[in-house]
């Protein structure tokens, strides 16, 4: 992660597509198109009637997919910002749906609910954040 000049190869804005975007691949492939939890596919249920879990799942692995590639990716910020769209688009989808559920047949599944919204608002908040300038171009004393 640290170049010759002991400056960071990825930023922290990339790092985190890389890391939560292998996250998001591996939750889609191993948490539910492996092993989908029996909440996960009872509060899911609005939606699966429609869309098969395993289509989900996949849906997880390539937005996951897409946020680490854009996160390994420099000097492309239109690749970034759709890694982090890529990010908030299965995270938003499980929010809602999981308020929907809360609401209406599965009240446990608030917590579900607010733990995705939180992420997602999350997600949307350090899209917007910009990385610190390179150390040469930062004022004396402040780091």
């Known amino acids: 992660m640290w170049g010759a000049t002991a400056r960071p ?14 996250g998001w691949a591996l939750y889609g492939g191993l948490g539910i198109i492996g092993q989908p939890r029996y909440g996960t596919a009872r ?16 849906m997880w692995v390539a937005c996951g997919g897409i946020a680490a590639t854009a996160g ?3 000097g492309h910020p239109r690749v970034q910002a759709l890694g982090y ?3 908030g688009v299965p995270a938003g989808l499980w929010s809602g749906v999981f308020a929907v559920a809360a609401a209406t047949t599965l009240p446990t599944a608030v917590g579900s609910a607010c733990g995705w919204g939180a992420f997602t608002i999350g997600v949307v908040l ?6 610190p300038p390179p150390p040469y171009l930062r004022k004396a004393g402040i780091r």
């Open 72 to 74: 390994l990716l420099t």
């Open 9 to 22: 190869v990825l930023s922290r804005r990339r790092a985190f597509l890389t890391v939560v975007g292998t």
């Open 126 to 131: 350090v899209s917007g954040m910009d990385d």
């Open 85 to 87: 769209a890529a990010l």
């Open 43 to 58: 509060g899911l249920a609005s939606v699966t009637r429609y869309i098969p879990l395993d289509t989900l799942g996949w």
